[in-house]
Each structure stands twice: as C-alpha cells, then as structure tokens.
C-alpha cells in the first residue's frame, strides 16, 4: 500500500485512555535558567541523541530510500475522525495502519514513549526500544543507551541517584506531548515524519533544585514497515517552534506532583 493513499489532514486528534504508562499533559513556564542547555538539551529525546549520535554517523541511512518523488505537501492540521490503534506491545500503542495517517500516529506515540521517564529505567529501556526500533538498528544501540542513562556525573546533575530514581518525597517528571505531525516524505514502506511537540523535564517537589520546565522540539523521524508496523530506524531533533510563553504563576511542587500522578495520558491518533 502506497502511503500516498492517505488523507491529506495532517494533525493528531489525542484520544484519552483508561491507564496505561503513557502520559500528557502541559504546564506553561517561563523560566530561562543557565542550566537550561544541560537539562533540555541533554533531557528527553536529546539524550537519546547524545548516546546514538556516533552510532548514526557513517551509516549513511537517510531514511528516504523509496521516497516517493511527488510526497504530499504539509497542510494545516485538521481531525481526520479515525480511531486509534487499540493494540499494545510492550505497553506502547501498535499496530498502525500501513498508510500516512498510521505513519504519522506512530512517530506520535513513540515520541511519548522515548520521552518518557520510564527510559531511566533499565528494564523497561529495553522493552522500549525493541518496541520502537527496528529489530537490527535496536540490538546495535542499546548497549549505548544504556551508557548514556547510566551516565551517573549527568543523573547526578538533574538530582537522580545512580539508578536514575529521584530521591524520597521528590517525583521525576519526563513527559512529551504531541502538538502536530506531518509528513514530508513517504514510499510504499517508508516514511519520513516530523513530531512537533512540548516537554516537561525535572524533579518535582519540596527541596528540588532541579523544577520541571517546559521546552519545545520537533524530532523528524525516519520510519520504516517492518513486520506489519511501523519502526523508528533514525531520526533528528531541533529546538522549537517555541510559543511566547504567558504571565502564569508557577504552580506549587504540591500542586505539580500531585497533576502528574493523577493526569493520565493518552494513545495519539489521526
């Protein structure tokens, strides 16, 4: 199936669940401090970019084998009324549509899930990323991931211990949220997808020096079909578009961790 075959809304309609570990949510902040480069940038997804960076060089893999040469512009985002995905593997949504729509909710979802503070966990790190990579390019990079999170000068920095657990009363806030998607480049078994989206990054808490802060990035993805879903085999970050953030008060530490134990999240679909 060509994924050309799609409709040509391009935006996530988020779709709420009953549990599960993946999580929204949104908190405007605007603070600017001078740590900003070590927690954001190395934060989230940049981390993982830290740690596979020298695995991607030299691969030559852009991802855009099979692109085909007349791809669909962007367009203004717009629901399209299709149901999410209601299969998991690993606890992360699957079983997306061999099309655009299934492209763009995939590269969504995995954002979610590379994003989240489950990746300090060593376990489930690597539940995640055989999840979400493809079988070859996962079994090459984990050993690098798990250096990277292991990382404990950087733990040590954000305020996790050697294990990556925050310390007692204090809870550890990793979360993405999807604002849009699109695709820029697609085949009949690849695509490539960008992920606009905001983050929330720090320790929440009495006695955190390290509060939750708000970013904004967007990952282009490189996705390919393999084994009747869509896997991540690359991918690039930037910073921004950043919004001009609005005169709110800074919630409380109370008020904050007490939003992320009760808000759960959602499974993104188009």
């Given at each position: 199936?060509?994924?050309?075959?799609?409709?040509?809304?391009?935006?996530?309609?988020?779709?709420?669940?009953?549990?599960?570990?993946?999580?929204?949510?949104?908190?405007?902040?605007?603070?600017?401090?001078?740590?900003r480069s070590l927690v954001t940038v190395v934060g989230v997804v940049v981390l993982?970019?830290?740690?596979?960076?020298?695995?991607?060089?030299?691969?030559?893999?852009?991802?855009?084998?099979?692109?085909?040469?007349?791809?669909?512009?962007?367009?203004?985002?717009?629901?399209?009324?299709?149901?999410?995905?209601?299969?998991?593997?690993?606890?992360?949504?699957?079983?997306?549509?061999?099309?655009?729509?299934?492209?763009?909710?995939?590269?969504?979802?995995?954002?979610?899930?590379?994003?989240?503070?489950?990746?300090?966990?060593?376990?489930?790190?690597?539940?995640?990323?055989?999840?979400?990579?493809?079988?070859?390019?996962?079994?090459?990079?984990?050993?690098?991931?798990?250096?990277?999170?292991?990382?404990?000068?950087?733990?040590?920095?954000?305020?996790?211990?050697?294990?990556?657990?925050?310390?007692?009363?204090?809870?550890?806030?990793?979360?993405?949220?999807?604002?849009?998607?699109?695709?820029?480049?697609?085949?009949?078994?690849?695509?490539?997808?960008?992920?606009?989206?905001?983050?929330?990054?720090?320790?929440?808490?009495?006695?955190?020096?390290?509060?939750?802060?708000?970013?904004?990035?967007?990952?282009?993805?490189?996705l390919k079909w393999i084994n009747n879903d869509w896997k991540v085999t690359d991918?690039?970050?930037?910073?921004?578009?950043?919004?001009?953030?609005?005169?709110?008060?800074?919630?409380?530490?109370?008020?904050?961790?007490?939003?992320?134990?009760?808000?759960?999240?959602?499974?993104?679909?188009?």
């Amino acid at each position: 199936m060509s994924l050309g075959d799609g409709e040509s809304g391009q935006t996530r309609t988020r779709m709420p669940e009953g549990g599960g570990d993946l999580y929204g949510g949104a908190r405007r902040g605007g603070r600017r401090s001078s740590s900003r480069s070590l927690v954001t940038v190395v934060g989230v997804v940049v981390l993982l970019i830290a740690a596979i960076a020298f695995a991607n060089r030299g691969g030559g893999d852009s991802g855009t084998e099979g692109d085909s040469a007349d791809a669909p512009k962007a367009a203004a985002t717009a629901p399209s009324g299709e149901k999410p995905v209601d299969s998991k593997a690993a606890g992360i949504p699957s079983g997306f549509a061999h099309d655009r729509q299934g492209a763009e909710s995939a590269a969504a979802n995995y954002s979610v899930a590379l994003g989240s503070a489950e990746m300090f966990d060593k376990n489930r790190r690597s539940e995640i990323v055989s999840t979400v990579y493809a079988p070859d390019v996962a079994a090459a990079r984990q050993a690098d991931l798990d250096k990277a999170y292991s990382n404990t000068e950087f733990l040590g920095k954000i305020g996790l211990d050697k294990n990556g657990k925050a310390p007692a009363g204090q809870t550890f806030v990793s979360r993405v949220i999807p604002v849009g998607t699109k695709v820029t480049a697609s085949g009949a078994d690849s695509a490539t997808v960008e992920v606009w989206y905001t983050s929330l990054f720090g320790l929440s808490g009495e006695g955190s020096t390290s509060p939750v802060t708000e970013s904004w990035y967007t990952t282009t993805y490189q996705l390919k079909w393999i084994n009747n879903d869509w896997k991540v085999t690359d991918f690039q970050q930037k910073d921004g578009p950043v919004p001009v953030g609005r005169d709110q008060q800074a919630s409380t530490a109370d008020d904050m961790t007490k939003a992320v134990e009760e808000y759960g999240g959602f499974t993104y679909a188009r």
